[in-house]
């Protein structure tokens, strides 16, 4: 238990553990100016508008701090990756014999698009012709992800075995080993910074497309449970996209803990599903949300309060 000690330390020093209302509502979030805080401070910004939720936000330094605090009922929710989460629930990866039992899904929100990316000029456009190319692995700092790029492999019929794996400690890590010519490719957000960066730098940046047959999606689902094939329009202005390509993407999620009340959980469901194109047009960050993404389910625990007003299975 030694690895989260200092979380549980931060929590006592910055009084999370104190009493409140039923109607505060108190998220755990990534570091101010991350995706991750983004798309949580809004999300607590509508809900304190639309929902009548005293709703407050906590910054700390990824996943692997503020999930255990929910855990434990010194936070009460966040949004949160895929990744981040499975690994939690199952004890994996940054959690190995630490499963967090005690989480719960309200809904996803919205996908969040990644693939592998390489130099436009680099003579790569399928994952296949990475056989025996330098790849971006490992991600200590992000050892939830993983995974994922190793999924991706998987869908082109490859596995880590297949390329020259080379150590980074971060998917932003990745894309500097990028530019420095020290890889072949890396995973990494569409949308992220990082990419108009690259794209300058190595003078145009391109994604390796994924294949949807069942096969290829079989292969990538055994290795990443939670990631999906996502078609990307040519025209979406996404930097390195230039005609209709199929990538990976796993979705943001809004979890729990386990005892949040079953009116605040329902409040917040239907808060989302009857706002949710109103709230996708006003943030960039959740631009994604839609009513149909808020129905996806998961072999992961759902909160029962959230399915009865989502639909959910």
């Keep these: 238990m030694t690895r989260f000690a200092n979380f549980a330390a931060a929590a006592v020093c910055l009084g999370l553990a104190t009493t409140v209302s039923a109607q505060d509502l108190r998220f755990g ?36 701090a503020f999930l255990p605090l929910l855990g434990s009922g010194d936070l009460d929710i966040a949004a949160v990756v895929m990744p981040d989460l499975g690994d939690a629930v199952r004890g994996k990866g940054p959690f190995e014999g630490l499963a967090q039992d005690q989480l719960r899904i309200i809904a996803p929100l919205l996908p969040s698009p990644v693939a592998l ?86 003078g145009g940046i391109a994604w390796l497309p994924l294949d949807d047959d069942p096969e290829a999606v079989a292969r990538m689902q055994a290795v990443a449970p939670e ?13 390195g996209i230039g005609s209709d390509t199929q990538v990976m993407a796993y979705d943001y999620v809004l979890v729990a803990r386990a005892g949040l009340d079953d009116e605040t959980v329902a409040r917040i469901a239907a808060t989302l599903r009857d706002n949710a ?37």
């Design 29 to 64: 979030a990534g570091q101010q100016g991350s995706q991750n805080y983004g798309v949580n401070a809004a999300l607590a910004q509508e809900l304190s508008e639309r929902a009548g939720l005293d709703a407050s936000v906590q910054s700390f330094g990824g996943a692997t």
């Design 227 to 239: 990631a999906y094939v996502l078609p990307v329009s040519g025209d979406a202005g996404i930097v």
């Design 117 to 202: 990316m390489v130099a436009k000029d680099s003579g790569i456009s399928s994952i296949a012709d990475l056989k025996g190319r330098k790849v971006a692995w490992g991600l200590p700092a992000q050892a939830s992800l993983q995974p994922y790029v190793e999924g991706v492999l998987a869908n082109g019929g490859l596995t880590g075995d297949d390329v020259t794996r080379v150590p980074v400690t971060s998917v932003g890590a990745g894309v500097a080993a990028l530019i420095d010519g020290k890889v072949d490719a890396t995973l990494f957000a569409l949308r992220a910074g990082k990419v108009v960066e690259a794209d300058a730098a190595l």
């Design 277 to 313: 194109d109103e709230i996708a047009a006003k943030y960039k960050v959740l631009s994604a949300l839609t009513p149909e993404a808020l129905g996806r389910s998961y072999d992961l625990p759902h909160h029962p309060a959230a399915q009865a007003v989502l639909g959910s299975e």
